[in-house]
Each structure stands twice: as C-alpha cells, then as structure tokens.
C-alpha cells in the first residue's frame, strides 16, 4: 500500500513537471504557436507564402502553407475565418479591392519627400501614399507590417526596339510626343492572376493625362500581355502598356524598352505582409521585416518565373533565396 500510494504521487509529480514546463515553453516565445501562411491562385503569391514562411519557421515557429485558396476575395475570407494567419499581398492591388475610389498612388517615401518639397495649390488635397490608404482600408481584424518597397509591380509602359531610341526613356518628358504614338493596351490576367484586367480609360488614360499631359488618342486594346508583345514585335504599335513589369512575360522582357514612370501615374504596388491581428508576435514581425527588408523586383520576377515557366518548386526557391540573404 505505502509503495503504491508512493507510485501515485511520483506520477502525480511527473505529470505536474511536464505540465509546468508545456506551460514555460508556450508562453516563452513563438515556437508553440503554429502559423499558416496562405497563397492564391497565382505563381507570385505561392512564392511569397513560402518565403514568409521559410523566414519564420528559421525565427523559431511552426509554420504550414496552403496554396490556391483562390482570388483575393478568397483569402480575404480564409484570413477573416483563422483558416490562415497571413498571406503575401501587393499593395495597390490591394487597396484597389478594399477601396475602389482611394486616390492614393505614391508609394509612402515619395509622398513624404512631395509633402515637404512642394506647396500644394489651394483647394488642392494632398494625394495620400499607398501604405496608410491600405492601412486605413483594412477590414476589422486585419493588418500589414513593412512593405518591401524594392518590388515595383506597377504596369509597364514600353517601347518596341526600333522605336525605343526616337522618344524619351521617361514618361515625365513624353507627353510632346503622346499625341503622335499608336500605343497597345494589354488587357487579362496573364502576368498576374490576382491582378484585376485593367480598364484602359480609368486605369491608363486618364492617370497618363493627370499626371504627366500625355494625351493618347491612337490606341488598340489587346486581351494579353503576350498580344500585345507580339502586336510590338510586328510593328502594329510603336508602344504598349503592359499589366505588370515587362520581366515578368513569358521569356522575359527581351527587345522590349520600358520607360520610367518617377510620378507614378501607375499606382504603387509592391509585396507587403497581410495577417490577422494578435497572430504574431512582435519577433514575427520582425521576421517578416527582415524579408521586407531585402527583397527586390528583380529578385521576385525571377523567382515567379522561375516557378510558373520551369515548374521548379516554390519551397526550394524560397529556400535558396532565404539562404542568399542569410535570413
């Protein structure tokens, strides 16, 4: 009786143990916590899913992914049920899905710099940057933490290679010369999925106008950005407008010439961190920062290529490219 009461309370004292050291490692630090980073229905977002991933499992956390939750509005609606914690987003695309009317455009360095260096005409309203129009247009619940502001996702204005040298490399000293061109406007999806078919008014047109005079009157509308490459390469247009960096099409940029858009008349769109509110931790952050921190347009389009065209797998590009940043 002595040894088996004896044995009871050495279990009892085990299990008391183990319990206190559970309880020590849950609220020591993030290990214990599991995150599930999710992706859309798009090469872009399954790579950035496992890259936030990857640098968070290397901070010490339990993290898992689910890719094609779908278009945006899916994984909207996946954040906001806890089925995942964070997926990766582009700013502009964002805020045009949150809020459709924002006139926000400049990326939020730019717009600081244009706040202190000029003096806006009277009447005139400040054009607000993209980060805190995103911020202020987030649901309930949700939030961003720094965006990767090296990735620059906006459409693309570009040359044909026998025209590239007669007109300027910037859109900023084109506009004497807009009326003369017969410009190709891509239409679809096909360089982003998650990325709505722009409306070539509202989207090209009237932003060229506002914010550089570029007034286009000969225009064509093509359904693809690979169209509309072909449609430059024949010689049916002098120039074209694609929906996203002219790397990103299928081989690359190749002869193409983009030009410069310094003013933005292309909304800012870079690759910001989007996650429930109270899921991470401050450490998380920081993890997603550090990404934030060294990731660039040139590093992403190659990535995304490399994935959607050579079918290689997003957790091993996500690897090597962690690894490249010693992060």
Same mark, same amino acid.
């Given at each position: ?30 290990? *214990?916590? #599991? ?97 805190? #129009? ?5 649901? *309930? ?33 084109? #506009?004497?010369?807009?009326? *003369? ?59 074209g407008v694609l929906t996203a ?7 690359g940029a190749g002869e193409l ?37 060294e990731l660039t347009t040139d ?29």
């Amino acid at each position: 009786m002595v040894l088996a009461a004896s044995v009871r309370m050495s279990a009892r004292a085990v299990v008391a143990v183990v319990a206190a050291t559970l309880v020590v490692s849950c609220s020591d630090g993030d290990s *214990e916590v #599991a995150v599930t980073v999710g992706a859309g229905n798009s090469a872009q977002s399954e790579l950035i899913s496992e890259i936030y991933a990857g640098a968070l499992a290397r901070g010490g956390t339990h993290t898992a992914t689910r890719a094609r939750l779908g278009q945006r509005g899916d994984y909207l609606a996946a954040l906001d049920a806890g089925t995942v914690q964070l997926v990766g987003d582009d700013s502009g695309d964002l805020l045009s899905a949150l809020d459709s009317g924002s006139r926000a455009r400049l990326p939020d360095k730019l717009a600081a710099a244009a706040a202190t260096t000029t003096t806006p005409a009277p009447g005139a309203k400040p054009v607000p940057d993209v980060s805190d #129009a995103v911020s202020r247009a987030l649901p *309930e619940g949700l939030a961003v933490s720094d965006i990767a502001d090296g990735t620059d996702l906006r459409p693309a204005f570009v040359f044909s290679p026998e025209h590239a040298q007669r007109f300027p490399d910037s859109l900023a000293e084109l #506009a004497p010369y807009c009326g *003369e061109l017969t410009v190709g406007i891509a239409t679809g999806s096909e360089l982003d999925p998650l990325r709505r078919s722009p409306d070539p008014r509202h989207d090209i047109l009237d932003p060229l106008r506002t914010v550089y005079g570029c007034d286009i009157t000969h225009y064509s509308v093509y359904p693809s950005d690979s169209e509309l490459r072909k449609a430059l390469r024949d010689g049916q247009v002098q120039a074209g407008v694609l929906t996203a960096p002219a790397v990103l099409l299928p081989g690359g940029a190749g002869e193409l010439a983009p030009i410069a858009d310094p003013d933005y008349a292309f909304r800012a769109r870079s690759v910001l961190p989007l996650f429930r509110k109270g899921a991470l931790s401050g450490r998380q952050i920081k993890q997603l920062n550090k990404v934030a921190g060294e990731l660039t347009t040139d590093d992403l389009t190659e990535l995304v290529r490399r994935l959607r065209d050579e079918h290689a797998a997003a957790a091993d590009l996500a690897r090597t490219w962690l690894d490249s940043h010693d992060l």
